[in-house]
């Protein structure tokens, strides 16, 4: 069983920067791909970015392309997504996930991810 941890997630103005860390345990996270979704309020769950299990490809959503980075270091067990630029509608929970394939995560839906965070907040606001 794997289980997923989100953390890193507060209080930021715009135009500032978090990183988020997703840390696993209970399996090896190089046998898995990685998303990174959020939710605001009132609104459907997003895929942000994912990542391949061995970091070779990574896929952006248009509303975060160029200011939100997504990375992985296997040896640690942890995803991350580094944000910056942050814009008052980047404000909701965001979640890690896991989905077992080595194969590039192309067009994989959220409701295939095997594993979930439990999510950590991030809120924009001057």
């Known amino acids: 069983q794997l289980q997923l941890v989100e953390s890193g997630g507060g209080l930021v103005q715009p135009g500032g920067s978090l990183r988020l860390s997703c840390v696993a345990s209970g399996l090896a996270l190089d046998d898995y791909a990685i998303g990174w979704f959020r939710q605001a309020p009132r609104k459907a769950r997003q895929e942000v970015a994912v990542?391949?299990?061995?970091?070779?490809?990574?896929k952006y959503s248009d509303s975060v392309k160029g200011r939100f980075t997504i990375s992985r270091d296997n040896a640690k067990n942890t995803a991350y997504l580094l944000m910056n630029s942050l814009k008052l509608e980047d404000t909701a929970v965001y979640y890690c996930?896991?989905?077992?394939?080595?194969?590039?995560?192309?067009?994989?839906?959220?409701?295939?991810?095997?594993?979930w965070g439990q999510g950590t907040q991030v809120t924009v606001s001057s």
């Open positions: 990542i391949q299990s061995n970091g070779d490809y990574t």
């Open positions: 996930a896991a989905i077992r394939t080595r194969a590039i995560p192309v067009d994989v839906h959220e409701t295939e991810y095997d594993y």
